[in-house]
């Protein structure tokens, strides 16, 4: 085979992987909002954090297809999903909800790599687990992993992020919560990337609010969103 033709078959098959694996975007920035579950607002924060930048969102898996338009409307914005959502306990039920969102996500078309965070303050006992549901969490979290995988979306189009624990907790501070296999590391390591909460409750603090959404519908007990990524 001459030259010229070699390169051409090595661009179509470059191209053919390009289309069709989903892709990490390049983060030019790391300015990031969280929505919570006021999808219209999609559009204004994905024009705030600009190409490279992040959103936050809080569906659950019967949002899809809203997921879906997202994407296609916004390609240029790393999407990190909240998979926990207020008044659900992420393991009950035989970890139907893990289920449900391996499901969810596989039907999703997206050229991007989708970012997953399973459980939102597992640490908190009115989310589900409490300041000794460190096993449970990590299996479940573990559980999680194992549908992505067979539903052939882990690490492929999904990365799949750690349970936000509240890491000003006591439970977090001491310790006492990683009471799983392999302790703090073995938590934070059975995923592919770490997400933590940095609320601004200090002087001088870690962050600053760039926008700051009232608590949605599905969060009206709690008096503040969870951060954003």
């Given at each position: 085979?001459?030259?010229?033709?070699?390169?051409l078959?090595?661009?179509?098959?470059?191209?053919?992987?390009?289309?069709?694996n989903?892709?990490p975007?390049?983060?030019?920035?790391?300015?990031?909002?969280?929505i919570?579950?006021?999808?219209?607002?999609f559009?204004?924060?994905?024009?705030v954090?600009?190409?490279?930048?992040w959103?936050?969102?809080m569906?659950?898996p019967?949002?899809?297809?809203?997921?879906?338009?997202?994407i296609?409307?916004?390609?240029?914005i790393?999407?990190?999903i909240?998979?926990?959502y207020p008044?659900?306990?992420?393991?009950?039920d035989?970890?139907?909800?893990a289920k449900?969102?391996a499901a969810a996500?596989?039907?999703?078309?997206?050229?991007?790599?989708?970012?997953?965070?399973?459980?939102n303050?597992?640490?908190h006992?009115n989310?589900?687990?409490g300041?000794?549901?460190?096993?449970?969490?990590?299996?479940?979290v573990?559980?999680v992993?194992q549908e992505?995988?067979?539903?052939?979306?882990?690490n492929?189009?999904?990365?799949?992020?750690?349970?936000?624990?509240?890491k000003l907790?006591d439970?977090?501070?001491?310790?006492?919560?990683f009471?799983?296999?392999?302790g703090k590391?073995?938590?934070?390591n059975?995923?592919?990337?770490?997400?933590?909460?940095?609320?601004?409750?200090?002087?001088?603090g870690?962050?600053?609010?760039?926008?700051y959404t009232?608590?949605?519908?599905?969060?009206?007990?709690?008096?503040?969103?969870?951060?954003?990524?």
């Amino acid at each position: 085979m001459k030259t010229l033709p070699k390169i051409l078959v090595f661009l179509f098959f470059l191209s053919f992987l390009l289309i069709f694996n989903p892709r990490p975007i390049l983060a030019q920035n790391k300015v990031g909002i969280n929505i919570g579950d006021h999808f219209g607002d999609f559009d204004a924060a994905a024009g705030v954090v600009g190409a490279g930048g992040w959103v936050v969102i809080m569906p659950c898996p019967g949002d899809a297809d809203k997921i879906a338009k997202m994407i296609e409307n916004h390609p240029e914005i790393n999407l990190v999903i909240r998979g926990h959502y207020p008044g659900t306990v992420p393991d009950a039920d035989n970890n139907s909800l893990a289920k449900q969102w391996a499901a969810a996500l596989a039907s999703i078309p997206s050229p991007n790599k989708i970012y997953f965070m399973p459980w939102n303050e597992p640490n908190h006992e009115n989310e589900g687990g409490g300041s000794t549901a460190g096993k449970r969490t990590y299996d479940y979290v573990n559980f999680v992993k194992q549908e992505f995988d067979k539903a052939g979306i882990l690490n492929t189009k999904v990365i799949l992020l750690s349970p936000m624990v509240d890491k000003l907790n006591d439970s977090f501070i001491n310790g006492s919560f990683f009471n799983n296999p392999g302790g703090k590391s073995g938590f934070y390591n059975l995923a592919s990337g770490s997400s933590i909460n940095e609320y601004d409750q200090f002087v001088n603090g870690p962050c600053s609010c760039l926008l700051y959404t009232s608590p949605s519908p599905r969060d009206r007990t709690r008096t503040r969103m969870p951060s954003s990524a």
